[in-house]
Protein backbone atom coordinates (compact mmCIF):
# COMPACT_ATOMS: atom_id res chain seq x y z
CA UNK A 1 0.00 0.00 0.00
CA UNK A 2 1.22 3.54 -0.74
CA UNK A 3 1.05 6.21 2.27
CA UNK A 4 -2.87 6.59 1.90
CA UNK A 5 -4.20 9.96 3.13
CA UNK A 6 -7.29 9.55 5.96
CA UNK A 7 -10.19 8.91 4.84
CA UNK A 8 -11.48 12.48 4.94
CA UNK A 9 -9.20 13.89 3.26
CA UNK A 10 -10.21 12.59 -0.05
CA UNK A 11 -13.85 14.03 0.78
CA UNK A 12 -14.01 17.21 -1.41
CA UNK A 13 -14.43 20.70 1.23
CA UNK A 14 -17.90 21.53 1.26
CA UNK A 15 -17.57 24.50 3.79
CA UNK A 16 -15.45 26.77 4.73
CA UNK A 17 -13.74 26.41 8.27
CA UNK A 18 -16.04 28.17 11.01
CA UNK A 19 -14.74 30.53 12.93
CA UNK A 20 -15.33 32.89 15.93
CA UNK A 21 -16.38 34.95 13.13
CA UNK A 22 -18.55 32.62 11.42
CA UNK A 23 -20.24 31.49 14.58
CA UNK A 24 -21.10 35.13 15.95
CA UNK A 25 -22.89 35.90 11.77
CA UNK A 26 -24.74 32.50 12.59
CA UNK A 27 -25.93 34.32 15.22
CA UNK A 28 -26.80 37.10 13.71
CA UNK A 29 -28.96 35.28 10.93
CA UNK A 30 -30.41 33.59 13.58
CA UNK A 31 -29.10 30.04 12.14
CA UNK A 32 -28.92 27.64 15.08
CA UNK A 33 -25.03 26.35 16.13
CA UNK A 34 -24.58 22.93 16.30
CA UNK A 35 -21.77 21.43 18.88
CA UNK A 36 -20.86 18.27 20.07
CA UNK A 37 -18.58 16.62 21.99
CA UNK A 38 -16.07 14.01 20.61
CA UNK A 39 -12.90 12.38 22.10
CA UNK A 40 -10.98 10.99 19.70
CA UNK A 41 -10.20 10.36 15.57
CA UNK A 42 -13.20 8.66 14.82
CA UNK A 43 -15.76 10.32 16.79
CA UNK A 44 -14.20 13.57 15.09
CA UNK A 45 -14.52 12.20 11.63
CA UNK A 46 -17.95 11.40 12.24
CA UNK A 47 -18.88 15.13 13.44
CA UNK A 48 -17.09 16.50 10.68
CA UNK A 49 -18.83 14.44 8.22
CA UNK A 50 -22.23 15.09 9.71
CA UNK A 51 -21.28 18.78 9.55
CA UNK A 52 -21.39 20.11 13.25
CA UNK A 53 -20.27 23.66 13.68
CA UNK A 54 -18.30 23.11 16.96
CA UNK A 55 -16.81 19.94 18.46
CA UNK A 56 -15.97 20.01 22.36
CA UNK A 57 -12.95 17.43 23.71
CA UNK A 58 -15.33 17.85 27.15
CA UNK A 59 -13.82 17.13 30.30
CA UNK A 60 -16.62 14.86 30.79
CA UNK A 61 -13.96 12.11 29.10
CA UNK A 62 -13.27 11.89 32.59
CA UNK A 63 -16.81 10.14 33.21
CA UNK A 64 -17.64 8.97 29.32
CA UNK A 65 -14.22 7.97 28.34
CA UNK A 66 -12.48 6.95 31.58
CA UNK A 67 -15.15 5.60 33.37
CA UNK A 68 -14.58 7.92 36.58
CA UNK A 69 -17.70 9.23 38.40
CA UNK A 70 -17.40 13.12 37.82
CA UNK A 71 -14.82 15.32 35.86
CA UNK A 72 -12.57 16.21 38.47
CA UNK A 73 -9.69 13.94 38.21
CA UNK A 74 -9.53 14.94 34.48
CA UNK A 75 -5.89 16.32 33.54
CA UNK A 76 -4.57 18.31 31.08
CA UNK A 77 -2.20 15.31 29.62
CA UNK A 78 -5.48 13.47 29.20
CA UNK A 79 -7.31 16.02 27.38
CA UNK A 80 -4.81 17.48 25.43
CA UNK A 81 -4.09 13.82 24.03
CA UNK A 82 -7.54 13.35 23.77
CA UNK A 83 -8.01 17.01 22.01
CA UNK A 84 -4.81 15.80 19.47
CA UNK A 85 -6.49 12.79 18.46
CA UNK A 86 -10.07 14.84 17.63
CA UNK A 87 -7.97 17.64 15.84
CA UNK A 88 -6.60 14.60 13.32
CA UNK A 89 -10.28 14.12 12.90
CA UNK A 90 -11.66 17.40 11.86
CA UNK A 91 -11.27 19.81 9.09
CA UNK A 92 -13.94 22.68 9.55
CA UNK A 93 -15.24 22.23 12.62
CA UNK A 94 -14.11 24.57 15.24
CA UNK A 95 -12.21 22.70 18.16
CA UNK A 96 -13.10 23.70 21.61
CA UNK A 97 -11.06 22.14 25.11
CA UNK A 98 -12.64 22.27 28.22
CA UNK A 99 -9.70 23.05 30.78
CA UNK A 100 -10.05 20.42 33.06
CA UNK A 101 -10.74 21.46 37.24
CA UNK A 102 -6.98 22.31 38.65
CA UNK A 103 -5.82 23.69 35.78
CA UNK A 104 -6.70 27.82 35.79
CA UNK A 105 -8.54 28.58 38.51
CA UNK A 106 -5.47 29.16 41.04
CA UNK A 107 -4.15 31.72 39.04
CA UNK A 108 -4.56 34.02 35.57
CA UNK A 109 -0.62 32.82 35.08
CA UNK A 110 -1.98 28.82 35.53
CA UNK A 111 -4.92 29.55 33.46
CA UNK A 112 -2.85 31.00 30.45
CA UNK A 113 -0.28 28.42 30.81
CA UNK A 114 -2.78 25.67 30.55
CA UNK A 115 -4.74 27.27 27.64
CA UNK A 116 -1.23 27.22 26.06
CA UNK A 117 -0.96 23.61 25.83
CA UNK A 118 -4.71 23.42 24.23
CA UNK A 119 -3.43 25.69 21.32
CA UNK A 120 0.21 24.60 21.08
CA UNK A 121 -0.12 20.61 21.39
CA UNK A 122 -3.58 19.94 19.82
CA UNK A 123 -4.39 22.96 18.06
CA UNK A 124 -7.75 23.75 19.57
CA UNK A 125 -9.43 26.79 18.44
CA UNK A 126 -10.66 27.68 21.92
CA UNK A 127 -10.48 26.71 25.38
CA UNK A 128 -13.39 26.37 27.53
CA UNK A 129 -13.88 27.06 31.49
CA UNK A 130 -16.57 26.57 34.19
CA UNK A 131 -17.65 29.64 36.56
CA UNK A 132 -17.99 33.53 37.14
CA UNK A 133 -17.08 35.76 39.98
CA UNK A 134 -13.03 35.44 39.91
CA UNK A 135 -13.09 32.81 36.60
CA UNK A 136 -13.87 36.29 34.46
CA UNK A 137 -10.67 37.23 35.22
CA UNK A 138 -9.37 34.01 34.08
CA UNK A 139 -11.00 33.87 30.87
CA UNK A 140 -9.93 38.06 30.35
CA UNK A 141 -6.19 36.52 30.96
CA UNK A 142 -6.37 33.94 28.63
CA UNK A 143 -8.16 36.18 26.04
CA UNK A 144 -5.34 38.85 26.35
CA UNK A 145 -2.77 36.02 25.24
CA UNK A 146 -4.63 35.41 22.13
CA UNK A 147 -6.32 32.68 23.00
CA UNK A 148 -10.56 32.80 22.59
CA UNK A 149 -12.51 31.64 25.58
CA UNK A 150 -15.62 30.13 25.56
CA UNK A 151 -17.26 30.27 29.39
CA UNK A 152 -19.77 27.39 30.99
CA UNK A 153 -22.73 28.84 33.81
CA UNK A 154 -25.46 27.34 35.19
CA UNK A 155 -24.43 23.61 36.58
CA UNK A 156 -20.48 23.49 36.74
CA UNK A 157 -19.78 20.25 37.04
CA UNK A 158 -16.29 20.91 38.51
CA UNK A 159 -17.77 22.14 40.93
CA UNK A 160 -20.57 20.19 41.56
CA UNK A 161 -20.28 19.62 45.17
CA UNK A 162 -20.58 22.90 45.73
CA UNK A 163 -23.21 23.61 44.11
CA UNK A 164 -25.03 20.17 46.22
CA UNK A 165 -24.80 17.96 43.60
CA UNK A 166 -25.02 17.69 39.70
CA UNK A 167 -28.64 20.04 40.05
CA UNK A 168 -29.88 22.06 37.60
CA UNK A 169 -28.86 25.86 38.46
CA UNK A 170 -30.34 29.65 38.10
CA UNK A 171 -33.82 28.24 40.25
CA UNK A 172 -34.39 30.88 42.36
CA UNK A 173 -34.35 34.32 41.67
CA UNK A 174 -30.48 35.98 43.39
CA UNK A 175 -29.27 32.80 41.80
CA UNK A 176 -30.77 33.59 38.13
CA UNK A 177 -29.63 37.16 38.78
CA UNK A 178 -26.12 36.33 39.68
CA UNK A 179 -26.02 34.48 36.52
CA UNK A 180 -27.03 37.46 34.59
CA UNK A 181 -24.08 39.15 35.88
CA UNK A 182 -21.43 36.32 35.66
CA UNK A 183 -22.67 35.98 31.98
CA UNK A 184 -22.51 39.51 31.17
CA UNK A 185 -19.18 39.59 33.03
CA UNK A 186 -17.51 36.70 30.54
CA UNK A 187 -19.05 38.58 27.47
CA UNK A 188 -17.11 41.69 28.78
CA UNK A 189 -13.84 40.01 29.61
CA UNK A 190 -14.03 38.57 25.70
CA UNK A 191 -15.38 35.20 25.87
CA UNK A 192 -16.32 34.65 22.07
CA UNK A 193 -19.08 32.09 23.51
CA UNK A 194 -20.98 30.79 26.65
CA UNK A 195 -22.38 27.71 27.60
CA UNK A 196 -25.69 27.52 29.89
CA UNK A 197 -26.03 23.97 31.50
CA UNK A 198 -29.01 22.97 33.54
CA UNK A 199 -30.64 25.86 34.11
CA UNK A 200 -34.75 26.64 33.97
CA UNK A 201 -35.38 27.88 30.06
CA UNK A 202 -37.53 30.77 31.62
CA UNK A 203 -33.96 31.68 32.83
CA UNK A 204 -31.90 31.58 29.77
CA UNK A 205 -35.11 33.06 28.11
CA UNK A 206 -34.17 36.23 30.42
CA UNK A 207 -30.73 36.45 29.61
CA UNK A 208 -30.78 35.65 25.88
CA UNK A 209 -31.29 39.36 24.75
CA UNK A 210 -29.05 40.68 26.90
CA UNK A 211 -26.05 38.46 25.15
CA UNK A 212 -24.14 39.48 21.73
CA UNK A 213 -22.33 36.22 22.19
CA UNK A 214 -23.04 32.73 21.11
CA UNK A 215 -24.87 31.40 24.22
CA UNK A 216 -25.03 27.22 23.22
CA UNK A 217 -26.96 25.69 25.42
CA UNK A 218 -27.64 22.15 27.39
CA UNK A 219 -30.37 21.65 29.22
CA UNK A 220 -31.33 25.64 28.65
CA UNK A 221 -34.24 25.29 26.90
CA UNK A 222 -34.90 26.42 23.06
CA UNK A 223 -34.01 29.88 22.68
CA UNK A 224 -29.81 29.74 23.01
CA UNK A 225 -28.71 30.54 19.86
CA UNK A 226 -27.33 26.64 19.47
CA UNK A 227 -27.28 23.34 21.48
CA UNK A 228 -24.56 21.01 22.37
CA UNK A 229 -24.65 17.25 23.70
CA UNK A 230 -22.42 14.51 25.01
CA UNK A 231 -21.08 12.27 22.07
CA UNK A 232 -21.85 9.06 24.46
CA UNK A 233 -25.20 10.79 25.41
CA UNK A 234 -26.59 11.38 21.72
CA UNK A 235 -25.82 8.05 20.23
CA UNK A 236 -27.01 5.70 23.27
CA UNK A 237 -23.06 4.65 23.87
CA UNK A 238 -23.42 4.47 27.81
CA UNK A 239 -25.58 1.91 29.69
CA UNK A 240 -28.08 3.62 32.49
CA UNK A 241 -29.55 6.87 32.95
CA UNK A 242 -29.05 10.30 31.77
CA UNK A 243 -29.98 13.50 32.73
CA UNK A 244 -32.84 15.24 31.42
CA UNK A 245 -31.67 17.52 29.01
CA UNK A 246 -30.08 14.21 27.15
CA UNK A 247 -32.44 12.83 24.24
CA UNK A 248 -30.69 9.58 22.63
CA UNK A 249 -30.79 9.87 18.67
CA UNK A 250 -29.62 5.84 18.80
CA UNK A 251 -29.06 3.30 21.02
CA UNK A 252 -25.29 1.87 20.01
CA UNK A 253 -24.80 0.11 23.16
CA UNK A 254 -27.50 -2.20 22.64
CA UNK A 255 -26.04 -2.88 18.75
CA UNK A 256 -22.32 -3.16 20.09
CA UNK A 257 -23.11 -5.68 22.32
CA UNK A 258 -24.89 -7.52 19.51
CA UNK A 259 -22.09 -7.27 17.57
CA UNK A 260 -19.73 -8.36 19.29
CA UNK A 261 -21.62 -11.12 20.90
CA UNK A 262 -22.08 -12.47 17.38
CA UNK A 263 -18.20 -12.10 16.76
CA UNK A 264 -17.72 -14.85 20.25
CA UNK A 265 -20.33 -16.79 18.95
CA UNK A 266 -18.62 -17.30 15.65
CA UNK A 267 -15.30 -17.95 17.33
CA UNK A 268 -16.72 -20.15 19.19
CA UNK A 269 -18.29 -22.40 16.44
CA UNK A 270 -15.35 -22.02 14.18
CA UNK A 271 -17.17 -19.90 12.04
CA UNK A 272 -14.95 -17.51 12.03
CA UNK A 273 -12.13 -16.52 10.18
CA UNK A 274 -13.52 -17.89 7.20
CA UNK A 275 -10.99 -18.48 4.18
CA UNK A 276 -11.89 -15.11 2.67
CA UNK A 277 -9.85 -13.79 6.07
CA UNK A 278 -7.26 -15.94 5.67
CA UNK A 279 -3.68 -15.68 4.22
CA UNK A 280 -2.65 -18.01 1.03
CA UNK A 281 0.65 -19.37 0.24
CA UNK A 282 1.67 -20.55 -3.65
CA UNK A 283 1.58 -24.01 -3.27
CA UNK A 284 5.42 -24.65 -4.43
CA UNK A 285 6.40 -22.60 -1.58
CA UNK A 286 4.13 -24.36 1.25
CA UNK A 287 6.17 -27.60 -0.27
CA UNK A 288 9.02 -26.18 -0.46
CA UNK A 289 8.53 -24.90 3.65
CA UNK A 290 7.36 -28.09 4.76
CA UNK A 291 10.47 -30.09 3.06
CA UNK A 292 12.58 -27.74 4.83
CA UNK A 293 10.72 -28.72 8.40
CA UNK A 294 11.24 -32.32 7.63
CA UNK A 295 14.98 -31.23 7.15
CA UNK A 296 15.28 -29.72 10.19
CA UNK A 297 12.98 -32.65 12.26
CA UNK A 298 14.31 -35.52 10.35
CA UNK A 299 11.08 -36.44 9.56
CA UNK A 300 8.10 -35.47 7.21
CA UNK A 301 4.28 -35.39 6.97
CA UNK A 302 3.74 -32.22 8.77
CA UNK A 303 1.27 -29.97 7.54
CA UNK A 304 1.28 -27.00 9.35
CA UNK A 305 -0.59 -24.79 7.91
CA UNK A 306 -3.16 -24.39 9.98
CA UNK A 307 -6.04 -24.67 7.30
CA UNK A 308 -7.14 -27.70 5.51
CA UNK A 309 -6.54 -27.95 1.81
N1 LIG B 1 -22.54 11.37 29.75
C1 LIG B 1 -22.39 12.57 30.33
N2 LIG B 1 -23.17 13.60 29.94
C2 LIG B 1 -23.03 14.81 30.49
O1 LIG B 1 -23.76 15.75 30.09
C3 LIG B 1 -22.04 15.01 31.49
C4 LIG B 1 -21.24 13.90 31.85
N3 LIG B 1 -21.44 12.71 31.27
N4 LIG B 1 -20.29 13.99 32.80
C5 LIG B 1 -19.90 15.28 33.24
C6 LIG B 1 -21.05 16.16 33.37
C7 LIG B 1 -22.02 15.70 34.42
N5 LIG B 1 -23.26 16.16 33.89
C8 LIG B 1 -24.49 15.88 34.42
C9 LIG B 1 -24.76 14.65 34.95
C10 LIG B 1 -26.00 14.35 35.47
C11 LIG B 1 -26.99 15.31 35.50
C12 LIG B 1 -28.30 14.97 36.07
O2 LIG B 1 -28.67 13.82 36.15
N6 LIG B 1 -29.05 15.97 36.50
C13 LIG B 1 -30.37 15.78 37.07
C14 LIG B 1 -30.76 17.08 37.71
C15 LIG B 1 -31.71 16.86 38.82
C16 LIG B 1 -32.06 18.15 39.54
O3 LIG B 1 -31.69 19.24 39.13
O4 LIG B 1 -32.76 18.04 40.54
C17 LIG B 1 -31.38 15.42 35.99
O5 LIG B 1 -32.31 14.68 36.30
O6 LIG B 1 -31.26 15.91 34.86
C18 LIG B 1 -26.73 16.56 34.96
C19 LIG B 1 -25.47 16.83 34.41
C20 LIG B 1 -23.05 16.84 32.65
N7 LIG B 1 -21.85 16.22 32.14
C1 LIG C 1 -21.48 19.07 28.52
C2 LIG C 1 -20.41 19.97 27.99
C3 LIG C 1 -20.86 21.39 27.93
C4 LIG C 1 -19.13 19.84 28.76
O1 LIG C 1 -18.65 20.72 29.41
C5 LIG C 1 -18.42 18.53 28.69
O2 LIG C 1 -18.82 17.66 27.91
O3 LIG C 1 -17.45 18.37 29.44
MG1 LIG D 1 -17.05 20.09 30.64
Not at 41 to 61: F, H, I, K, Q
Not at 247 to 260: I, T
Amino acid sequence: MSASPRVIDQQAPSRAPVTVTSLLEKKHHGEKIVMVTAYDYPSATVVEAAGVDMVLVGDSAATTVLGLDSTVPATVDELVMLSRAVRRGLRTAFLVSDLPFGSYEASDLEAVKSAQRFVKEAGAQAVKLEGGGVMVDRARAIVAAGIPVVGHLGLTPQTATALGGLRAQGKSAAQATRMVADALALQEAGCCALVLEAIPAAVADELMPLLEIPVIGIGAGASTDGQVLVWHDLLGLLEGRTAKFVKQYAHLHGQMVEAVRGYATEVRQGEFPAREHTYAIAPEELQAFQSSLAQLHGHGDHDISGYPA
